[in-house]
Each structure stands twice: as C-alpha cells, then as structure tokens.
C-alpha cells in the first residue's frame, strides 16, 4: 500500500465526516520503566488512515490534509535503538503535508477547538490528551468518538481493498505454516505449552506476530482458554485456536481440533464430522446480501439435528433452536469481521456489526453472536462452529430446568471431559452471485487430512529442544 493510498483513505474520511479530525495513535506501555515496554501495537484506525505504527504519534486532517505529530530524534536514540530518521524523510515516506514535532500539537488544534473530532484508543493516556484537545470526553469502550466519525470509520474500514485482501491472504499463509507445524509436532506425553509455543515459533519466524494469545488447549470446552498446563494424553483431543497478525496489521483467525495420537475414536469422529461439516454448511452462505444471523442460525440447526442423532438433544431442530437448547453445546455464535483486529471493529460496540434496528439475539449462546449486517461485498468473517461439553453449563440448575425434555442431560453427563471441537476458517464475502474466498482453505481440516498429518514430524519438545 503505498502513501497516496493512504491519502485517499483520509479523503473518503474528510469527505464523510465533514469536519477536521485529530486521530491518536497508542504509545508505548512501559512494563516497569519506561525503557523496558511490553510489545507495541500501533491502533488500528490509526495505521488504517496514516500507515504510520510509530508510538505516541497524532494526525492532523483537516479538509483532507495530513499534518503527522511524531516524536523528533532524540540524543542517544542512534545508539540505542539504530538509525534515525529526520522528520522531513519521514513527512516524504508517509506522503503526508507536514510533519511536525508531537510539542506543537497542543497549537494547531487551538483554533480548531468546538470542530475537531476524535476518536478513542486503548491507551488512556492518549485519550485523555484527545479528550482534552477536542473537548469531548472518549473511552475506548463505551464512548468511541463522534458518531458520523465512528460511522465513516466503519464504513471505511469494513469492506477490505485488494491490497488488503493480500495481507489477510499472507496472515492465512502463516497461520497455514503454523497450524501444520503443530499438528505435525503433537503426541501423546506432550504438552500443550510445547505447540502453543511451536504454534507461535512458526508465526514469529515468517516475520509475523500472533494476532491473539494463541489457544491451545485439551480442555477446549473453555472456549478462550488462557492458560497451556495440561500435558497431552492418549485420548485427548487438542484444539488450536491461534493466528498471524502481519507486518502491517492484518489478522488470521483459525481453529482446528485434532486427537493428540492422531487417530480420533469414533465417538471423536462422530461429534469431529458433525462439526466440520457445520463448517462446510455455512461457509458457502458467505455471498453478499446474505444475512449473517443466517448463517449463524443454519450453523445451529445443523448441530442440533446432528446432535439430537447422537441422542443428545431430543424433539424438532425448530424448537431447538428457538428456545435456545442448541446453545447448551454451542454456547456461541458462528462468527464474526476480521481484519486489522481479529474481532475487527469490536471496539466501537455492535454499531459496525448489526445493521441498524437489529439487536443481538436473546436465546442461550446466540447472544454472543457478534455480527448481524447484511453481508457486503469484500468483508471477511470467519465461520466458527463448535461443540462443547461445559461443566458449568451441564450442571447449571436454571438451565437444567429450562431445557428439561429437549436437553439429555444425564446422556451429556457421559460427555464431560471429552472437552471441545471447534472449526474456524476466514472467509472472503465477493461480489453479486460470486461463491466466498476460503482465505484459510489449505489448512487441514477433514479427519483424512487431519490423521494423515498428525504426529508425522519430531515431536514439538524435540523440535524446541536446545
Ligand atoms: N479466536 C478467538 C475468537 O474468535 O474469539
Ligand atoms: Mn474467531
């Protein structure tokens, strides 16, 4: 993407907004001093419309003209941390109309004050600095910015450009080379800690980062699991949810589960099939103008109906589904946008993901469904459904009671401690009548590919051993 893009991207901003905006960029989070800092993100609306990942830094628009406000070279910088960069060969890279140091920002914008609008970042500080530069108070979660800007923001950012498009095609490609390494490096008496972090060895050596904490995990019915203590077990199934961010911001999003001795049982296969083949069912409904709650509801009847054949849930996939019983084993929803975040837009709350008058759903699991737009050409989502066995959910007096008769709990009883199964892929939405990108196609995921893969390569601890 080169900078005269960068700058159109600013005019379609000036041109919906109507107004001067001042956009902040994160700075550094120190991890004790300054000095020592955890690993900087840049904001993603900020690198959307500037390019720019520097730390601290604001820009300036105003009727379409970008002033970028950047931190000059200090002494030592040179020695510390490599080459520096003057102001001036920066303004040329960004393509930008002035660069100027971050002290004469308070100054340009004093005779912009009651006009200028802002956008939140995660950083408080910088917050803070916007919401007392532009007059109106902004928290990352809750008060976004203006709402025309939030708007055009979304707008913008939603529906990728073919460079875009690109970059989410090389954040599939590492997550591929990733997902592979691991499947190959699984076995029983493993680890978990051992993938996650040959999982994310291979994202780092491709020039990339993980665009999440990467899930790896044996108790994959705890569906963001945090933590990798378990070791792998004959029996075991491991489910990996894990992702690239690229160099220049963009995410994969991808979750496979396999057996850990590379063989599923065929109590594994059963649920494992089911799964899949939810994944295969909705992936193709990815066409614009389709309503994604559709998908998400087409997602839950074809488990509640597989489901119901492996005698778990009992009575019609319509009632079901209405009254929220799917949920008990899907306790969330199909999907959702990715792209400069791996829940792309998140921040900015439902606005960019359900078209205006609709609402999250109220029945069990579907209110975490976090998309509901009529699908536009050129966004990607991903297609996510899972089965899970929750002790929290299975043993949960209220919900007994509401799904008594469509729900076998004492059958699902049996279940607990075979732990989850999810099959999560990106999908690129094309134009009128066009059938969807699968972005993360090769990375195996039919119990053929699947077994011929796993375990076929040293073990993860021999692959990281000094
Ligand atoms: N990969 C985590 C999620 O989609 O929520
Ligand atoms: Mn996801």
Redesign the pocket.
């Known amino acids: 993407m080169s900078a005269p893009d960068f700058a159109q991207r600013r005019r379609q901003l000036c041109e919906r907004v109507g107004a001067p905006v001042l956009l902040g960029n994160n700075g550094t989070r120190a991890r004790n001093l300054p000095m020592n800092s955890v690993p900087f993100r840049a904001d993603s609306s900020f690198l959307y419309f500037t390019g720019c990942a520097e730390p601290g830094a604001y820009a300036l628009v105003v009727d379409g003209q970008c002033t970028l406000f950047l931190q000059p070279p200090e002494p030592g910088d040179e020695l510390w941390h490599g080459e520096v960069e003057s102001l001036e060969s920066r303004r040329q890279r960004y393509g930008v109309h002035a660069v100027k140091a971050l002290a004469e920002l308070d100054a340009a914008c004093e005779g912009l004050r009651g006009r200028l609008v802002s956008l939140a970042v995660p950083d408080l500080a910088v917050n803070q600095r916007l919401s007392g530069l532009t007059g109106k108070a902004l928290a990352y979660t809750g008060s976004p910015g203006a709402e025309a800007l939030v708007d055009a923001v979304m707008q913008l950012r939603r529906s990728r450009d073919a460079w875009e498009i690109d970059e989410m095609r090389e954040a599939a490609r590492v997550a591929s080379l990733a997902h592979r390494a691991a499947m190959r490096a699984t076995r029983a008496g493993g680890h978990e800690r051992e993938i996650a972090a040959l999982f994310d060895a291979v994202v780092a050596s491709q020039g990339a980062t993980t665009s999440?904490h990467s899930?790896v995990t044996v108790r994959g019915e705890i569906l963001?699991n945090p933590d990798y203590k378990n070791p792998l077990r004959e029996g075991d199934l491991l489910l990996l949810?894990g992702?690239a961010e690229t160099p220049s911001g963009y995410a994969s999003?991808v979750?496979r589960t396999w057996p850990v001795n590379g063989k599923f049982t065929s109590r594994q296969r059963d649920m494992y099939q089911l799964c899949l083949e939810a994944n295969e069912h909705c992936i193709p409904m990815c066409t614009a103008g389709r309503r994604y709650a559709d998908i998400h509801w087409a997602a839950t009847r074809y488990l509640a109906a597989g489901l119901r054949d492996l005698g778990l849930l009992r009575g019609g996939v319509d009632g079901l589904v209405e009254s929220g019983a799917a949920g008990v084993f899907f306790p969330h929803g199909v999907g959702?946008l990715i792209g400069l975040d791996?829940?792309d837009l998140e921040n900015f709350g439902d606005r960019p993901a359900y078209a205006q008058g609709r609402s999250r759903p109220k029945q069990f699991g579907a209110r975490f469904l976090r998309l509901d737009l009529d699908l536009p050409a050129d966004v990607v989502v991903?297609i996510?459904p899972g089965i899970y066995f929750v002790p929290a959910i299975l043993h949960d007096p209220a919900l007994r009671a509401e799904f008594e008769g469509m729900v076998d709990f004492t059958a699902a009883e049996a279940w607990l401690g075979f732990g989850g199964i999810r099959v999560?892929d990106d999908v690129r939405v094309r134009g009128e009548g066009e059938a969807p990108e699968v972005l993360t196609a090769d990375i195996p995921k039919s119990v053929a590919d699947i077994e011929a893969l796993v375990g076929t390569g040293p073990s993860a601890r021999e692959r990281l051993s000094p």
Do not use: K, L, P, S
């Open positions: 999440y899930i963001h949810d992702g999003d979750t959702h791996v829940h991903t996510e999560e």
